[in-house]
Structures are given as C-alpha cells and as structure tokens.
C-alpha cells in the first residue's frame, strides 16, 4: 500500500499490482525474490528512504555503523585479559569487588543507560546528544564511504571534530556495555572444558554474541538517532518497507557468517600456537578414562545430601544474599501493589485516558508522577515489575523443557549426536532474537503478549540444550551437572526479560499489557518530567541486578580437572 500514489485510479493501481508480480504464481514470485535477494537487486526504498536504491542505503548506512561500533569493540577486546585475571582471582576481595562491577555493568538496562547519559549530557554539558553530525555542515567527500576517516583524510577536521563530538557518548555508553558482555564471557569461556566439539561451541558462542552486538546496535542508533544500520532497520520496520528489509537480512546473513568464520579462525590459529603436547589418541583415551570416572561417581554421590550441601553453601554467598532479597522485595511490591492503593490495570493501559495531566510531578494522588496520557507512573511500574517476571519465568520453563529433551539426548551419547543436535541449532542465531520477533510482529495483531512468550521461549531451548549437553558432558555426578543448570537459569530469565522490554522501548508492544521498556520509552525526551524515566528505568535495572547477583552467588566452586591432569592420569592407569 505504501507504493500506491496517494491519489490514484484504478488504471494505476492495477499497473502497480502487476508490476511488483501480483498475479504471478507463488512458486515464480518465490524464485523471483530469491534471485533478487542472493544477487542483490533489491530495487529502490520508497518510504525509509525515498527513491534511494536499497544497495545505496547499505552502502551508506554501514560504514555509520561501523565507525560508531568500531573503537567500543576495540577497547571491549580488552576484557579478556581482565577476565582472566578475574577469574583467578574471583574468590579473593579484588575478585569480589570486579564480580559486583561487572555484574552492574551486566544489569544495567541499554535502553535506561543510554537514555539517562543523554539526558545528563544534554542538561549538563554542550556536548551534542543526537544526530551523526551537525545539519549546518557538508557531508565530507566520499573516499572511502566513512564518514570520520573521509573527513580526516580530505584534512576537513572541523567536520571529523564535529563527527568525533556527536559520537562521543554513544562510544561512552558502548564501551561500558560492551566491556562488560566481553568480561562475562571471557571468564566463562576460560573456566569452560574446552576438549570437546571446539568448532560448535565456539561457533555457538559467537552466534548468541552477534544477536547481543546486534541488539546493542539497535538500540544505541534509535536513542542517539544515528542513521546507521539499525536505524533504518527499524525504519523499515515501521513504515512498511519490505525492499530495505530484504537488503538489511542479507547484510546480517553476511555478518553472522563472518562472525563465525573469524571466531573459529582465530580459535584454531591459536590451538595452533599452544602445541598441544599429546597426540589425538592419547586425549581420547583420557576422555573415555573420565567417562568411565563420572559414571562411578554418578553412583556414588548421594543426591539430596550433596543438593543440601549446595543450597547451604550458596545462601550464604553475599551474592546470593543480595540478589534473592532484591528479587523478593520486588517480587513481593509488585503482588501486593492493590493493597498499595494503585490504580487498575484498565486505568494505566491504551486505549483509557484519565482525567489527568500527562507528565504531571509527584504528589499525593501520583507518588511517583504521572506519563503519556496521565497514566500513574507507580502502577504501571508495579504492573509491569510483576509482568516482566511471569514472562521471564513461563519463558524460561519452556526453553528448560524443550532443552532438556535435546540437551539430553546431546550429552548421553557420542559426540556425533552432540554434534549433530547441537550444531544445527546454530541456525537459531543466524536471525538474532530481537531481529527475528520484529520481523514475525505483523503476523500477530497488536504484538499478542502471548505469542511473544511462546516465540521467545523456543528461542531459550537452544540455549538450554547447550547447557545441559555440556553439563552432562563435562560433570564427574548428577550434582555437578545440576549445579551447572541451575545457575544459569536467572541469567537466562534476566536475558528473556531484557529483551521483551527493549521491544516494548522500541515500540513493539501489547497495549493491553503494561512494560517497563514501554513505561520508559515514554518518559524518554520529556526532560522536565524526569520520573517518567526514571522509576520504570531503576526497576528494570534492579530486576536485572538481582537476577545477575543471583547467578553469580549460585556459582558455588565445582572441582573441574585441568586436561593435563586427566592426562597424567591416563600415564598412570597405562603404567600400572
């Protein structure tokens, strides 16, 4: 409908609807679009960017991305080495201290950060706060179609100043972010058994860390309204415009294979440069040596004592303590909030409008304010803290029942079948989670809340099945291989609700369901009106602090034998 004239006859509709293949068979217009999409003939944009070739649009808009991505992802690299220092020091006072920063950084909602520096920096400094660059000054010439290193290279540098300014709190906010994913991971991955299926699990890795880089994108060019990559993903999204969004799924098509491709090329490059000391054989036999071992201690470790054993000793890790007490605090706010006095949930939801000022300050009737339409901030921030977890938790039990069955079956059996299960389930991060919801949004009226839920669990049950795989796998008893699940499942809770909220910030929401990221996104740019910000934006990110702390206290010490140790054991059993 967007391609039709705004004033057309008949004539001209039927024109248009045989010249997109209207009438065509389905199987030649399938075969058509294919073509089209492999061979990049995607047409021109007539509503993200009218009459601008789609190709062009790319050409234009990823360099942005790049430049803007490029120096956080540089100094993010830099968290691996802090990882492993991190995790040899976890246990000790400096480790505990790098523990709660990181899970901090890990917890605070992208889409309160990055709004509440750009309040703080339009309030308190000159620094500009949107925007690629300044209006008044030319676009720089195109050498090498980016901006920055275009200007710098014609010697303009008042504009690559200019573009330097503009891009100074979105590197802020992304170099934080993206520091802390890179730390969280990194000592993941060295405490990790790495002797098994290198290539999947590496490419696993890389796939759930393209969907996080890639939501991160999004949301950072939509706060600061740069006209990057994800911008105009989005805008298409918006205004209905299928020709940018077939060009946007193959630049990520593209992406992820790259990602993969460099993540495991660099993975094997440096296997290669640690020359392993033992040949292939003498490692199997080892890992058959510590099957046979797990299985006898599957047999011998009594399950419930063990089980006792780890909640006692979990409880009364200071991380546990905090994040469950800040989990049932606004576990227990957000249930009883109609003894508070809030008002209904067919008061605070589209399409009601209250006879109440919009963006009205703290008082009596509104002890945290009012939003759009007069909404009552407190209640919707109630309603929507009591949501996030139902959400949170019904996804979470879909991903644990789905995982269980494939994890399972992954983890029992040779490392074929893991293989075979496992690296499939790749293809799940090809669309990362947030691309993948948007794109599915116009088949389901209203964003059903629903539907969400189920789409977002499926999305857990390889996430899940990895996990449980490589419990089985790696573990010497059952208890081991529960403990290994359990303390990633606030951490995948935390990762559901995050993302159903920055849909909700971005506009894709149920409007008969209240959402923080909603709740936010409408307190966004009203700077006199800061509560409307603020409130939905601290509870969002204490839901996420108490989940993370909680992951963090349930990573109770589990004795894993260093490769070389199983190694040496090998020696011994074929000495005696």
């Known amino acids: 409908m967007n391609r039709f004239p705004p004033f057309a006859n008949p004539v001209e509709y039927e024109s248009i609807l045989i010249q997109i293949g209207y009438y065509e068979p389905i199987p030649v217009q399938l075969q058509k679009y294919i073509i089209n999409f492999f061979t990049g003939n995607w047409g021109t944009s007539y509503v993200a960017a009218d009459s601008i070739p789609v190709t062009e649009v790319m050409r234009q808009s990823i360099p942005d991305t790049i430049e803007i991505m490029l120096l956080p992802l540089i100094i993010g690299l830099g968290g691996f080495r802090l990882g492993k220092m991190w995790s040899r020091r976890k246990n000790k006072i400096v480790g505990k201290f790098m523990t709660l920063f990181i899970a901090m950084g890990v917890a605070m909602p992208l889409i309160f950060f990055g709004s509440t520096m750009q309040y703080l920096f339009a309030n308190f400094t000159n620094l500009p706060v949107a925007g690629r660059s300044s209006v008044l000054l030319p676009n720089p010439p195109d050498i090498t179609g980016f901006p920055l290193f275009d200007s710098m290279i014609s010697g303009n540098w008042d504009l690559a100043f200019d573009f330097i300014l503009h891009s100074i709190i979105p590197w802020l906010v992304l170099s934080i972010v993206i520091t802390s994913l890179v730390l969280k991971q990194a000592r993941t991955k060295i405490e990790s058994d790495p002797r098994k299926n290198a290539i999947v699990s590496n490419s696993f890795i890389a796939g759930k860390m393209f969907g996080f880089l890639f ?63 033992l040949k292939e054989g003498n490692q199997s036999k080892a890992e058959e040596i510590g099957e046979k071992n797990k299985e006898k201690g599957r047999k011998k470790i009594h399950f419930k004592n063990e089980m006792k054993s780890y909640i006692k000793t979990s409880l009364k890790n200071p991380f546990t303590i905090i994040g469950g007490c800040l989990i049932l605090i606004l576990v227990f706010v957000s249930i009883l909030h109609p003894i508070l006095g809030t008002y209904p949930l067919e008061e605070i939801t589209i399409p009601y409008i209250p006879f109440f000022a919009p963006y009205s300050p703290p008082s009596p009737t509104h002890p945290l304010g009012t939003t759009i339409y007069g909404y009552d ?83 857990q049950i390889p996430i899940f099945s990895r996990i449980i795989a490589n419990a089985i796998r790696r573990e010497n008893n059952y208890i081991d291989i529960a403990k290994s699940i359990i303390k990633y499942i606030p951490l995948e809770v935390a990762f559901a609700i995050i993302l159903y909220q920055t849909l909700g910030f971005m506009g894709f929401s149920d409007s008969q369901v209240p959402q923080l990221g909603e709740t936010l996104n409408w307190g966004r740019g009203h700077i006199s009106a800061i509560w409307a910000n603020m409130w939905p934006g601290i509870f969002l990110f204490l839901i996420m602090l108490g989940l993370i702390l909680l992951h963090e206290g349930l990573q109770a010490p589990v004795p894993h034998k260093p490769i070389a140790d199983i190694r040496s054991e090998t020696t011994i059993i074929e000495k005696h």
């Open 215 to 277: 939501l991160i994108m999004v949301v950072i060019e939509m706060i600061f309204n740069l006209r990057g990559f994800g911008w105009y993903f989005i805008a298409s999204i918006f205004s209905g415009d299928p020709l940018v969004i077939n060009g946007c799924i193959f630049m990520i098509i593209i992406s992820f294979a790259f990602t993969i491709l460099f993540a495991n090329i660099i993975t094997i490059t440096m296997d290669f440069l640690k020359k392993r000391k």
């Open 377 to 459: 901030v407190l209640a919707r921030v109630l309603y929507g803290t009591q949501g996030a977890f139902l959400f949170g938790i019904v996804v979470v039990l879909i991903g644990l029942a789905g995982g269980s069955i494939f994890g399972t079956l992954a983890g029992k059996f040779h490392r074929y079948v893991y293989s075979g299960i496992i690296g499939p389930m790749i293809i799940f991060f090809l669309f990362p989670s947030f691309l993948l919801l948007v794109l599915l949004i116009p088949i389901f009226p209203n964003f059903d809340y629903r539907a969400v839920t189920v789409i977002i669990g499926i999305m």
